[in-house]
Every structure is written in structure tokens, then in C-alpha cells.
């Protein structure tokens, strides 16, 4: 049975020949919320799970509880990385100059310091692969991969720094129960809050 038949028509829009642009990521109307735009394509997620949003909640809660003036934490906010990608990480900490309004939409690439992505079943390459590699080229000091550990529950936080001359990620460490990082700036975030919630 087609969406048709069943009374439902869905009209998705038609790509331009070299694919969209961040422009058009801000301007096509009636996108679901979250969507992302990676090489030129609309990327549309899956429904939350209850991990994803508590993690994404602790994380964004214990980076706010040590925050120095200069910068600021945001979750769920596009960042322009480039004319043709505008991923939207799980949590930013973006410079606090960066910060405009509350009409505010995006991010430029060169005011962030640090991605958090979750990891999800639909977006386990994107955020392995494709998200770490364009926030690397794009010159995103930091990169936090969180996976949910298949025996506890709880979060692995893989910690990645941006090495400059090679313009990749370096793998720093992971983090089970309890995360003690100086970058972007000094962190202490104990884990195991999801667990117990």
C-alpha cells in the first residue's frame, strides 16, 4: 500500500541537479525538525530514544555547570561547516561572542570548540565516519563520540582532539563512568547519573 492510497500524500522535495545548500537548509519550507544537511543532501532523523535525550541533557547540564564567560553550551544547533554542510550536533560549546539572539539559527564552523554527537542505530556511520571527519576539516578542536555501553546502559564517551597538521581527529581516551577532560575547558561530568535515572 503506497502513502497514496492509504490517504496520504507526501510531497518531498525535488533536489537541485548539484544538491542543496546551506541556504536552503534555512529557507525549504515545512523540514522536520533536526534535519541536517551532509554533502549537499537533506539528512532526516529518527525518532529520539530516552538514552539519547538524557545523555544529550546530562552533558549539556554538567559542560554549563563549569563554563567560563567565554564561551557558551548549545544543544541541537546547526553549524556551517562549508556552503554544502550544516550537520547539527547533539551539544556545541561555541564562543560566547558567537552568540547573537534568540532568533539565532546556526553556528559558524570557526566559533566552535567542541561537537558532542550520540550515537543512534540510524547514525552510527555518520557520527563514526562522516560528522568527525567534516568537523576535523573544518578545524573543530574537539569531538566527543558517546556510544551506550551493551552491559551497563550507561555512556562511553570517546574524546577525540583535532591534530592541526594533519587536520584529523587524535583519539584522547573513553570515559565509562565519569569524564575529566581540560578541553575546550576544564570538565568533571560524572556519568553514571544515567544509570541510576
Known amino acids: 500500500?503506497?502513502?497514496?492510497?492509504?490517504?496520504?500524500?507526501?510531497?518531498?522535495?525535488?533536489?537541485?541537479?548539484?544538491g542543496y545548500t546551506v541556504d536552503d537548509l534555512?529557507?525549504?519550507?515545512?523540514?522536520?525538525?533536526?534535519?541536517?544537511?551532509?554533502?549537499?543532501s537533506l539528512v532526516f532523523v529518527s525518532p529520539q530514544r530516552r538514552?539519547?535525550?538524557l545523555v544529550i541533557d546530562l552533558l549539556f547540564n554538567g559542560l554549563r555547570s563549569s563554563l567560563t564567560p567565554e564561551f557558551n553550551v548549545e544543544?541541537?544547533?546547526?553549524?556551517?561547516?562549508?556552503?554544502?554542510?550544516?550537520?547539527?550536533?547533539?551539544?556545541?560549546?561555541?564562543?560566547a561572542d558567537a552568540v547573537t539572539g534568540l532568533e539565532q539559527t546556526r553556528f559558524?564552523?570557526?566559533d566552535v570548540l567542541l561537537t558532542v554527537e550520540v550515537v543512534s542505530p540510524d547514525s552510527e556511520s555518520r557520527?563514526?565516519?562522516?560528522?568527525?571527519?567534516?568537523?576535523?576539516?573544518?578545524?573543530?578542536p574537539n569531538y566527543w563520540r558517546v556510544e551506550q555501553d551493551g552491559t551497563t546502559g550507561g555512556p562511553i564517551i570517546h574524546v577525540y582532539e583535532l591534530e592541526?597538521?594533519?587536520?584529523?581527529y587524535v583519539?584522547?581516551?573513553i570515559h565509562r563512568e565519569r569524564i575529566t577532560v581540560d578541553k575546550p575547558y576544564p570538565v568533571d561530568i560524572d556519568l553514571t547519573a544515567i544509570v541510576k535515572g
Do not use: C
Not at 500500500?1 to 548539484?18: I, Q
Not at 562549508?82 to 550537520?87: H, L, S
Not at 557520527?127 to 573543530?140: E, F, L, Q, S, V
Open 1 to 18: 500500500m503506497t502513502a497514496e492510497s492509504a490517504g496520504h500524500h507526501v510531497r518531498w522535495p525535488v533536489p537541485p541537479l548539484d
Open 26 to 40: 534555512f529557507t525549504l519550507p515545512d523540514l522536520p525538525p533536526h534535519t541536517e544537511l551532509i554533502d549537499g
Open 51 to 53: 538514552f539519547h535525550y
Open 75 to 95: 544543544r541541537e544547533m546547526t553549524v556551517v561547516l562549508d556552503k554544502r554542510n550544516g550537520p547539527e550536533p547533539d551539544v556545541s560549546v561555541v564562543r
Open 108 to 110: 559558524q564552523a570557526e
Open 127 to 140: 557520527d563514526r565516519t562522516t560528522k568527525p571527519h567534516k568537523y576535523a576539516a573544518a578545524g573543530i
Open 164 to 168: 592541526q597538521l594533519s587536520s584529523s
Open 171 to 173: 583519539h584522547m581516551g
